[in-house]
Each structure stands twice: as structure tokens, then as C-alpha cells.
């Protein structure tokens, strides 16, 4: 049982390449979410998933989008990147719907945008 | 939509000591509060969570507190070891249709031996 993993660990971009993050859970949880963590911001939501087929924006959806494959993957693209979106990123799972149980973390994805 | 205030950013304390972190949330309709743990380098992990129809929950060292009229909520660990050392995050969110987490900013920990 993996539990939640991200694809790659570290990423390096220029301003205005593309790449998309992968995320997969295998703990059949329902909701999904994208998350972004910066020093002294604390974690910041990006998208969310709350069930195959949905999603809807969080806070700070500027500049990307989301796709929920199936129920195992939600992954991040990055259009057009730019510096400001230097972060680390966090898939995170959760089994209901509603928002009010625990949410698993991936490892983490280190994105660098020169 | 809801703000989660967390205070103090930093927070240093001898090995043994108690450490106290407190949390804010403005929607009164919030019922379900989750602390997570952040080791340096590491995912975020939950350590414990409160929902609203209790006021104290404990599992070993750590508890958290929840005072709903002032819609305050607090983490306590008592008898700090180095491993405690982390970035604490606090959480608030409410149930009713699907309805996201949100975090406060964090408070890094210091355990000094």
C-alpha cells in the first residue's frame, strides 16, 4: 500500500515551459487536492477533487489546471510557467466527500522556475 | 470564506517544557479542527483532529482544545522531546455539501536538548 505518490521529486523549468505533476493514491479515497506550500504561506489550495469527475478551484488557481483522470489520479499542469510559481506542491487524498476527515500527503514535488 | 489565524510563527522551548500553539477560525460554522506535523523535508501528517461536539481530546502527550464561543482552538504537547521539533499546522473546515480545509500558516517548533 504506497498511499499517496507524486511524480517527479524535483523540477527545474524555464519561464514559460509546461509540465504536468502526477498524483495517484491507492487507498480508493473519493476527494483529491493540489496544494502549494511557500515559506510563511502556509498550505494553499490550489484545486480539489471531491469526487471522479469533478473539480472545482481553490484558493490560488491562477495558472494552472487539473485533470481527475480516474478515481487513483489527479494530476497539475503548468501551461505557461513563470517564477512565481517556484513551490513545493503536495497531492494530498481524503476518503469522504466533505472536506472533514484526514487528508493524506504525497511526498512532495519541489518545482523551480528560472 | 473561512480564515485560519495561527500564532505563534516560531516557537523555541527546553526539552521537557510544554509548547502551546493557538488557532483562530472566523466561520462559526466550522466543525471539524486537524492538527498536522511537518518534519523538515517531509509531507505534512495528522497528529490529532477535534470536531465540535467536544471541548479536549488527548493521545499521549499532545491535546488539543476547542473553545467554540470563541472560535479558538489550541494544540498543547507536554514534555517535549527533540523529535517533536516540526512545522504545525492547524485546520478548520466544515461539513454540508463538500466543503475545503483550510490552514493556517504554520508554526515551526524548537526543541532545544
Known amino acids: 500500500n504506497a498511499g499517496v505518490t507524486q511524480t517527479p521529486k524535483f523540477q527545474v523549468l524555464k519561464t514559460g515551459q509546461s509540465m504536468t505533476l502526477q498524483c495517484a493514491q491507492d487507498?480508493?479515497?473519493?476527494?483529491m487536492y493540489w496544494y502549494r506550500q511557500d515559506p510563511g504561506m502556509g498550505l494553499r489550495l490550489i484545486y480539489y477533487?471531491?469526487?471522479?469527475?469533478?473539480?472545482d478551484k481553490g484558493e490560488v488557481p491562477n495558472g494552472y489546471n487539473v485533470s481527475r483522470l480516474n478515481k487513483r489520479e489527479f494530476s497539475l499542469r503548468l501551461e505557461s510557467a513563470a517564477p512565481s510559481q517556484t513551490s513545493v506542491y503536495f497531492c494530498?487524498?481524503?476518503?469522504?466527500?466533505?472536506?472533514?476527515?484526514?487528508?493524506?500527503f504525497g511526498p512532495g514535488t519541489r518545482l523551480t522556475v528560472l | 470564506g473561512e480564515n485560519v489565524e495561527q500564532h505563534p510563527s516560531t516557537l523555541s522551548v527546553q526539552e521537557g517544557d510544554s509548547a502551546v500553539i493557538k488557532c483562530t477560525y472566523s466561520?462559526?460554522?466550522?466543525?471539524?479542527f486537524p492538527w498536522y506535523k511537518q518534519e523538515l523535508g517531509k509531507r505534512p501528517q495528522l497528529i490529532i483532529d477535534?470536531?465540535?461536539?467536544?471541548g479536549e481530546k488527548k493521545d499521549q502527550r499532545i491535546a488539543v482544545t476547542l473553545n467554540k464561543t470563541a472560535k479558538h482552538f489550541s494544540l498543547h504537547i507536554t514534555e517535549t522531546q527533540p523529535e517533536d521539533s516540526a512545522v504545525y499546522f492547524c485546520?478548520?473546515?466544515?461539513?454540508?455539501?463538500?466543503?475545503?480545509?483550510?490552514f493556517g500558516i504554520g508554526t515551526k517548533l524548537q526543541v532545544i536538548p
Open positions: 494530498a487524498s481524503s476518503p469522504g466527500v466533505q472536506g472533514t476527515d484526514t487528508q493524506y
Open positions: 485546520a478548520a473546515s466544515r461539513s454540508g455539501g463538500y466543503q475545503k480545509v483550510t
Open positions: 466561520d462559526s460554522a466550522s466543525n471539524y
Open positions: 477533487s471531491a469526487s471522479e469527475g469533478t473539480t
Open positions: 487507498m480508493n479515497h473519493n476527494s
Open positions: 477535534i470536531r465540535s461536539n467536544v
